[in-house]
């Protein structure tokens, strides 16, 4: 038996309860693990809500991050005992995720646990984390360098604060956007931020198609208005990674910036990201990492609480990253 949050169709929407359930109703697949911590991600409170068309088949174990122990493996690559962790590959969606004590997975979906990380470390990383991650070696492929001035949005979320964290650790002069500078600034300048501006003041559509430069890059978790806005003040030849769309997906730009000032703006995926580059972003957060500041914006609850929380995420109402102990 192994306990699990399930989610179910009913006439009143989407319903979630935690439930034991025998090890058979686990999917087809070379690996089992148990599961001791999962996340809570944007896209996760898409999923619990029900929202997106991301589940189509009900019953389903969300949770679309995972970390933990293998039990059993068919797979050369894996053996009892290793630890492991998974993000993406659309876990939690189309498969059953970590939302509970166990899951059985595909062993290509797997990465070992990076050096120097515990499981609860790998899912205050997540998702998020990761995508964090991904953007800041895409804009130093770009030709970022430390000191130079970079923009995070959204950046008292989960994407945002391990970007900020990240970054400042790496020597860049961090910048970071919030709805909330009253109740984060502190929390965020306490993680690297050198810089704490309010978010309306990049909120709208620029006014003109080119602004005064103020950035070398940015990592952007809010798309919309607000990308729109960030690219007018990116400086010549910098670079704006699109992570993110807690703003809206539209993108309602002119080509000016790419035109006159050669702005790139880099896409960037964490799901389907190919295996190579997902072991070398593993293994950088575990050499980059400031595992203090992440625990500093990381809080922890248990799968009964999930449900409530999707609300909170979806409306922008939480707070860093939040893990999930799978054994309550
Ligand atoms: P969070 O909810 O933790 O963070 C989003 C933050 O964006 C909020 O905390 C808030 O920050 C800000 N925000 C929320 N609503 C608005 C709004 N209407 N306008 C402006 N800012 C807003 O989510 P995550 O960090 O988990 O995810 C962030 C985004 O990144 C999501 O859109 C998610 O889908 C996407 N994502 C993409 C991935 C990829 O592979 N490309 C992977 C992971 C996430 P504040 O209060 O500081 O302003």
Not at 108 to 113: G, M, Q
Not at 251 to 277: A, H, K, N, Q
Request: net charge negative; proline share 4%.
């Amino acid at each position: 038996m192994f306990r699990a949050l399930v989610l179910d169709q009913s006439t009143d929407g989407i319903t979630a309860d935690v439930a034991d359930l025998d090890d058979d109703r686990l999917p087809d697949g070379e690996v089992t693990v148990d599961v001791e911590w999962s996340s809570l991600n944007y896209k996760d409170g898409l999923i619990l809500k029900g929202l997106g068309r991301l589940v189509r088949d009900y019953p389903h174990v969300p949770g679309i991050d995972l970390a933990g122990t293998v039990t059993e493996s068919a797979d050369d690559r894996y053996h009892a005992g290793d630890r492991v962790v998974l993000t993406g590959w659309r876990v939690g969606e189309t498969w059953w995720g970590g939302y509970a004590s166990k899951a059985r997975l595909k062993a290509d979906w797997l990465s070992p646990l990076p050096a120097g990380l515990t499981t609860r470390q790998a899912m205050a990383v997540g998702t998020a984390g990761f995508t964090s991650m991904m953007a800041v070696d895409q804009l130093e492929r770009h030709g970022l360098a430390a000191g130079d001035p970079v923009l995070v949005t959204g950046a008292a979320g989960g994407v945002g604060s391990t970007a900020v964290s990240l970054l400042a650790r790496l020597g860049y002069e961090v910048t970071a956007s919030t709805g909330r500078v009253d109740v984060e600034g502190d929390a965020l300048r306490a993680i690297g931020a050198t810089t704490v501006i309010d978010r309306s003041e990049i909120a709208g559509a620029p006014e003109r198609p080119l602004l005064s430069e103020r950035w070398a890059g940015a990592v952007d978790a809010v798309g919309s208005a607000t990308l729109a806005h960030i690219l007018a003040e990116t400086r010549y030849g910098g670079a704006v990674a699109a992570c993110g769309l807690a703003g809206g997906n539209d993108l309602p730009t002119s080509v000016v910036p790419f035109l006159l000032r050669g702005v790139t703006l880099y896409g960037i995926d964490s799901v389907m990201c190919p295996s190579e580059r997902r072991a070398a972003t593993w293994a950088r957060l575990g050499e980059v990492l400031d595992t203090g500041a992440l625990e500093a914006m990381t809080s922890e609850v248990g799968l009964g609480e999930l449900p409530a929380l999707a609300e909170e995420i979806l409306a922008g109402r939480t707070r860093g990253r939040i893990v999930v102990d799978t054994s309550r």
